[in-house]
């Protein structure tokens, strides 16, 4: 196959600690009245407020929607869309963690066209470009800063349903891991862990022949010769971060690391896409109201052992760029550790071995699977192609915790 690579990115990104402060100059370029998204505990967030000022001060008239809701429910996009109708809004930026990122993408989304969330629902429903973006992300995880998809909840849909198009992705991404240094150990563990199930994901999704138009045929294109090299950067960083930081929230470096290693994986997966592991969590967070980063991450063990004999080489590279000694092993054996490190790590910060210690019952598996394979733009990315009975092989062996069953099932093959 020929040498083919895509990235999906803002025009601007700025990362480094302080780099918050570039805001209302970025802001002043692209619009007079600024609708500021967040949540209500960033709302009266002392940093936040300042950055609020400091828009002001640049003579941008400012309002802040502080109503975002975990999970995003649309009748919160709702009141922020009223929001900035009511003061003209012509640029929108979102402060805060994933829900308060795409937040602000959907309401610039509906501020410019008009409409509902759900007529925009899947792939390239967004006619245009949307109001002028700028997110800033204060936890390291979601990469929505960089991505162009948001996601939402509608109380008419069983589970969380995405808006993906190249027009939602921000005009601006300012990453500052300052801003993390607040961020409690639970909240990193999670955020931490959906970052560096981006990057695997991205590094394992399914490689498809690049055609001539490709590139408007899928928002994610698969794993490509660009997102790879964003997703091993990720895996490198957040490898090395992710405990660090949940164990000394103070830890500079390890926060900066795991910053840039959750931008990265954004970069990565907003090109590539990412798979199976989300969309069997989609199901389980609608069922169990468990974080989506705790979701992916017991998934993501599973996941790798069933796709293990369609991306073994991968599988080895990620536990090279995890740093970990393969040498004087098999193909089979670099992988298997590899698998074992991911699962490891992700049991030293807390997240749960099994979906059944999420809160599933034996009697949702079924349905899991049933709604799992309704995440076309997931399923379709996956590397080892999946209908309904593999998919609930998978599903009960993370169910039961029996990844055993999964590599001895590969060693068959």
């Given at each position: 196959m020929s040498l083919f690579g895509t990235l999906r990115t803002p025009r601007h990104l700025v990362f480094g600690a302080g780099q918050r402060h570039a805001l209302a100059g970025y802001a002043t370029a692209l619009g007079h009245r600024a609708l500021v998204v967040t949540d209500e505990r960033l709302g009266v967030d002392q940093e936040f407020i300042r950055l609020v000022d400091s828009l002001k001060q640049a003579g941008l008239d400012t309002k802040v929607f502080d109503g975002t809701i975990a999970e995003l429910p649309v009748e919160c996009i709702a009141r922020a869309v009223e929001a900035g109708r009511a003061v003209g809004a012509d640029l929108v930026i979102g402060i805060g963690g994933g829900s308060c990122l795409d937040a602000a993408k959907v309401t610039a989304l509906l501020l410019a066209h008009g409409g509902k969330a759900s007529d925009y629902y899947g792939e390239f429903k967004i006619p245009a470009p949307v109001l002028p973006l700028i997110l800033m992300p204060t936890t390291s995880g979601t990469g929505s800063e960089v991505t162009p998809v948001a996601v939402v909840t509608d109380p008419d849909r069983a589970v969380k349903?995405?808006?993906?198009?190249?027009?939602?992705?921000?005009?601006?991404?300012?990453?500052?891991?300052?801003?993390?240094?607040?961020?409690?150990?639970?909240?990193?563990?999670?955020?931490?862990?959906?970052?560096?199930?981006?990057?695997?994901?991205?590094?394992?999704?399914?490689?498809?022949?690049?055609?001539?138009?490709?590139?408007?045929?899928?928002?994610?294109?698969?794993?490509?010769?660009?997102?790879?090299?964003?997703?091993?950067?990720?895996?490198?960083?957040?490898?090395?971060?992710?405990?660090?930081?949940?164990?000394?929230?103070?830890?500079?470096?390890?926060?900066?690391?795991?910053?840039?290693?959750?931008?990265?994986?954004?970069?990565?997966?907003?090109?590539?896409?990412?798979?199976?592991?989300?969309?069997?969590?989609?199901?389980?967070?609608?069922?169990?109201?468990?974080?989506?980063?705790?979701?992916?991450?017991?998934?993501?063990?599973?996941?790798?052992?069933?796709?293990?004999?369609?991306?073994?080489?991968?599988?080895?590279?990620?536990?090279?760029?995890?740093?970990?000694?393969?040498?004087?092993?098999?193909?089979?054996?670099?992988?298997?550790?590899?698998?074992?490190?991911?699962?490891?790590?992700?049991?030293?910060?807390?997240?749960?071995?099994?979906?059944?210690?999420?809160?599933?019952?034996?009697?949702?598996?079924?349905?899991?699977?049933?709604?799992?394979?309704?995440?076309a733009r997931l399923i379709k990315n996956n590397p080892r192609p999946i209908e309904l009975d593999t998919m609930a092989i998978l599903v009960e062996a993370a169910f039961s915790g029996d990844r055993a069953s999964l590599r001895a099932t590969a060693t068959t093959r």
């Amino acid at each position: 196959m020929s040498l083919f690579g895509t990235l999906r990115t803002p025009r601007h990104l700025v990362f480094g600690a302080g780099q918050r402060h570039a805001l209302a100059g970025y802001a002043t370029a692209l619009g007079h009245r600024a609708l500021v998204v967040t949540d209500e505990r960033l709302g009266v967030d002392q940093e936040f407020i300042r950055l609020v000022d400091s828009l002001k001060q640049a003579g941008l008239d400012t309002k802040v929607f502080d109503g975002t809701i975990a999970e995003l429910p649309v009748e919160c996009i709702a009141r922020a869309v009223e929001a900035g109708r009511a003061v003209g809004a012509d640029l929108v930026i979102g402060i805060g963690g994933g829900s308060c990122l795409d937040a602000a993408k959907v309401t610039a989304l509906l501020l410019a066209h008009g409409g509902k969330a759900s007529d925009y629902y899947g792939e390239f429903k967004i006619p245009a470009p949307v109001l002028p973006l700028i997110l800033m992300p204060t936890t390291s995880g979601t990469g929505s800063e960089v991505t162009p998809v948001a996601v939402v909840t509608d109380p008419d849909r069983a589970v969380k349903v995405g808006i993906a198009s190249p027009h939602i992705i921000s005009h601006t991404a300012i990453c500052d891991p300052e801003l993390t240094w607040s961020c409690p150990p639970g909240l990193t563990a999670v955020s931490g862990a959906d970052a560096l199930t981006h990057a695997i994901e991205a590094f394992t999704t399914l490689r498809r022949e690049p055609t001539r138009t490709i590139v408007h045929e899928h928002v994610f294109l698969g794993k490509n010769a660009l997102s790879d090299n964003y997703a091993l950067l990720a895996i490198s960083h957040i490898v090395s971060s992710l405990k660090r930081a949940c164990d000394n929230g103070g830890d500079i470096e390890a926060r900066e690391r795991l910053m840039l290693g959750a931008t990265a994986a954004g970069l990565a997966f907003g090109a590539a896409g990412t798979a199976a592991a989300h969309a069997v969590q989609y199901p389980i967070g609608a069922m169990t109201h468990t974080p989506h980063g705790a979701g992916v991450a017991v998934m993501m063990p599973y996941v790798m052992e069933f796709n293990r004999a369609h991306c073994e080489p991968e599988l080895v590279e990620i536990g090279q760029a995890m740093g970990l000694d393969l040498m004087g092993m098999t193909t089979f054996e670099r992988a298997s550790v590899t698998i074992d490190a991911v699962d490891a790590l992700f049991a030293s910060v807390g997240i749960p071995k099994t979906i059944a210690d999420l809160g599933v019952v034996s009697s949702q598996l079924p349905l899991v699977c049933e709604q799992a394979m309704g995440s076309a733009r997931l399923i379709k990315n996956n590397p080892r192609p999946i209908e309904l009975d593999t998919m609930a092989i998978l599903v009960e062996a993370a169910f039961s915790g029996d990844r055993a069953s999964l590599r001895a099932t590969a060693t068959t093959r």
